[in-house]
């Protein structure tokens, strides 16, 4: 093998001088200047991109009595060097020094033409031989075709209305499956070559700035993508590894600016009079609860928008910032550095507030602070992940709340689920059973649905799901919210003190006025938006 051209390193003065490139040289490291009659060295380039090279700026120059010589333009850079090990799995690291324009010249020729020739060769006999080994496999995260792959899927799925994208090869069957969540529901939107699954999740991990080489664990990042007509959005990536050496993808598209009123979530009158009353007031504890995906950030964007005046300080922890608003001082959390909801509690405090809104009250010392603040003269909105507003006051006291404090601070527990609307191309209105009727009643609670005045007849219809092409055939477009609304009386505040159960709190709440998830869902099955087999899918699960 010919080894390339060396210059050896001079007196002392030059080394700490460096060369006139700029390139520093250090003590007893050998300088290397690019020599194209370098062979390739194709053994240590298995499983390393030319971009990912190009980008990070280092490459293998050779192997020799067991140890591997590497080009840097810095051997002192420490992380670079534990990188670089980890990639080639060995210590036994020669670092040669090169300027960075040489070590790009080394890396485009490596992966020049004769090279790529070679790999296909070696890809086409591997396949003859039943061998589908990745590292021949010369479709690469800058190809053209997977560069307007990915931007096509984003681009459908923000057309399809989607809240989701999700990138799933599968291993059996040998394809990539991409799936787009709309209105809540999964549904496939196409099936790509297998060939494609790693440069489409490098093409994504490079545009949301995450780690190409890091295939073992999940990451986390962002991407800040621009439409074609000129829309500005943000889609939340996670990837994980999976059964058989492939990463599925998960990317959400985060609604980025919406700000809805409080009129246009579609609460019950009396419901959205009762939750206003309970913003108006100066200071206490308001909570939005529900599961993932409920419609929480909206909600509580909403209620800020009514609270934002110019007289008043509003200080957001958010994680992430999904909604952002003129007047209101949002932080994104950072849980790598330590910045998590209770490190910014005890700031906001400090920055003097009136209202605070936390993203989410995760653990006894954000709650505890959250409470506290709200009894110090601010009004502090958060979120917590329950199932409906009586279990709150329960999870809450589990966390070894103070039940004093958190009962003279609370204001009101609001709980909601999103469901699927009907869609208004395709519903059809039917007649109703009696069995029907009679179930629902029961469901709504049969001296509750009594005030509504509302009796079963012959020729009573009530709006069903069909499907056309409008909503994909599901039957359903769109989501709306439905609520349920606790507010804290002195009757519910003394139950928090004695630390009842959560059928006694729900007991003393209902019979107080109180509107539970299910007859919310029930007053629009008969208000004809949605259908009942929609809202026990909801209420039920």
Known sequence: MRHPVVRQNGDETESEAGRSDGTQKSAHVRSVSFDERVPVPRSLLVNLKHEYLHREGWVPLERREGRVSVLVDDPDDLPRRDSIENLLKTKQIEYCLASREDILKFIDHFYGTAYLKEASRTK?????NGDRRDEFVDITETDGTIVRLVNEIINEACLRRASDIHIEPDVRDREVIVRFRVDG??????????????????????????DITERR???????????????????????????????DVVLRILTRGKIMTLDELGMPPDTLALFIEQLDKPYGLILIVGPTGSGKTTTAHAALHRLNRPNTKIWTAEDPVEITQKGIRQVQMHHKIGLDFGT??????????????????RDYETAKMGVEASTTGHLVLSTLHTNNAPETIVRLLDMKIDPFGFADSLLCVLAQRLVRRLCVHCRESLPISREEWDDM????????????NMEYSADRRINRARGCPECNGTG???MMGIYELLVASDGIKQMIISRKSIASIRKTATAEGMNTLLQSGIRKVLEGETDFIEILSVCLR
Request: hydrophobic share 35%; net charge neutral.
């Open 476 to 478: 359903y477009r769109g």
């Open 124 to 128: 086409e006999n591997a396949a003859e």
């Open 185 to 210: 529901e999964c549904f496939p939107y196409r099936s790509l070559p297998y060939d494609y699954r790693a440069a489409i999740v490098s093409r994504i991990k490079i545009l949301s700035n995450l």
């Open 441 to 452: 009643v029961r469901n709504y609670g049969e001296k509750a649905f009594a005030p509504l």
């Open 344 to 361: 910014a509690m005890r700031a906001f405090l400090r920055s003097d507030p009136d209202i605070i809104m936390v993203g989410e009250m």
């Open 217 to 247: 664990l999940p990451q986390d990042g962002k991407i800040r993508y621009t439409r074609p007509n000129g829309e500005d959005i943000e889609l939340r990536v996670a990837t994980m590894p999976t059964h058989g050496y492939v990463e």
